[in-house]
C-alpha cells in the first residue's frame, strides 16, 4: 500500500487549527467545526449525517435503479477517476485513505463501492434479512470518525469538499518501496533460493526520491514554509 512520505501531515492535532478546540475524542475531524483536521487548507470538513444518508445510501440506489444498473457502472467508470461514485460526485463526497491522509484511487473505489458494499454487504444481507447492512450503517453514528463498518474494514473516512480537494489531499502511489522484504526463512531444511531482489526503480524515480528526501529535510529544519514545500512537493509528483 501507497505511504505518504510526510508523517507530519498525517499527526493528528490535539487542538482544532481552525476553531481551536480541544480535539478530546482523537478523531480526524474537529467535533466542533467538523473540519478534517489533516488539510493544511483548513476547508475540507467531515461529510454530514444527511449528506451519508442520501448520498452514500438512497441517492446511489436510486441512480442504480434509474440507470438499469448498467449506466451506474459506465457511469462510475468515470467517477471512480477520482475515488468517487456517481452518488458521491454529486453531493460532493471524497472516501479517504487514513494511512495516506489523500483520496482513495481508482482500484480501491471499485473494490470499496462494488465489491465490499454491493457483493459483500449484499451477500450478508441476503443471509441475514438485512440486518448486516443495518449494523454497518448504524455503526457511524457511534463512531469518533464516523465510519460505517465497510469504511472501517477498508481504513477510509468520507470527507466533504464542495469545491473539489486541494492538492496536498490528491491520490498519490509512492514508489520506490521504503523497505526491502526481508528474504524467506528456510523450513524444514529446504535450501530453496531466496526471492530475488526487487529491480531497481527507474533513474527518474530516483531523482525524484531523493528530491524529496532532500525537500523533507529542508522543511524539518524549518528552512522552507509549509505552503513552499506543498508546492515543490506537487511539483515533484508531477514528475513521477
Ligand atoms: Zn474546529
Known amino acids: ?3 505518504a512520505p510526510s508523517t507530519t501531515a498525517l499527526a493528528i492535532p490535539a487542538v482544532c487549527p481552525r476553531c ?3 480535539n478530546h475524542k482523537g478523531s480526524v475531524f474537529c467535533d466542533y467545526c467538523r473540519v478534517y483536521m489533516r488539510d493544511e487548507t483548513l476547508t475540507v470538513e467531515r461529510a454530514t449525517y444527511t449528506r451519508r444518508f442520501f448520498g452514500d445510501w438512497v441517492l446511489e440506489g436510486l441512480l442504480i435503479i434509474v440507470t438499469l444498473v448498467i449506466g451506474w457502472f459506465i457511469w462510475m467508470i468515470f467517477t471512480s477517476k477520482t475515488g468517487q461514485s456517481p452518488a458521491k460526485r454529486l453531493v460532493n463526497t471524497y ?3 487514513l494511512e495516506t491522509g489523500r483520496r482513495i484511487g481508482q482500484g480501491d473505489s471499485w473494490l470499496r463501492e462494488v ?3 454491493m457483493l459483500v454487504i449484499g451477500a450478508l444481507n441476503s443471509f441475514t ?3 448486516a447492512g443495518l449494523i454497518d450503517a448504524v455503526w457511524l453514528f457511534f463512531d469518533k470518525d464516523r465510519q460505517a463498518l465497510h469504511d472501517k474494514v477498508l481504513k477510509q473516512v468520507v470527507v466533504y469538499a464542495p469545491h473539489g480537494l486541494p492538492a496536498g489531499m490528491d491520490y498519490m502511489e509512492f514508489a520506490p518501496p521504503r523497505y ?3 528474504p524467506a526463512f528456510p523450513i524444514g531444511g529446504t535450501t530453496a533460493a531466496p526471492p530475488a531482489p526487487p529491480p531497481p526503480p527507474a533513474p527518474g524515480v530516483q531523482d525524484v526520491a531523493a528530491e524529496l528526501r532532500e525537500l523533507n529535510q529542508l ?3 524549518g528552512l522552507i514554509t509549509e505552503e513552499e514545500y506543498e508546492r515543490k512537493r506537487a511539483h515533484l509528483a508531477e514528475k513521477l
Do not use: E, F
Open 180 to 182: 526491502t522484504v526481508p
Open 1 to 3: 500500500m501507497a505511504i
Open 219 to 221: 522543511k524539518t529544519d
Open 95 to 97: 472516501p479517504i485513505n
Open 115 to 117: 465489491v465490499v458494499k
Open 129 to 131: 434479512s438485512g440486518l
Open 20 to 22: 481551536q478546540n480541544p
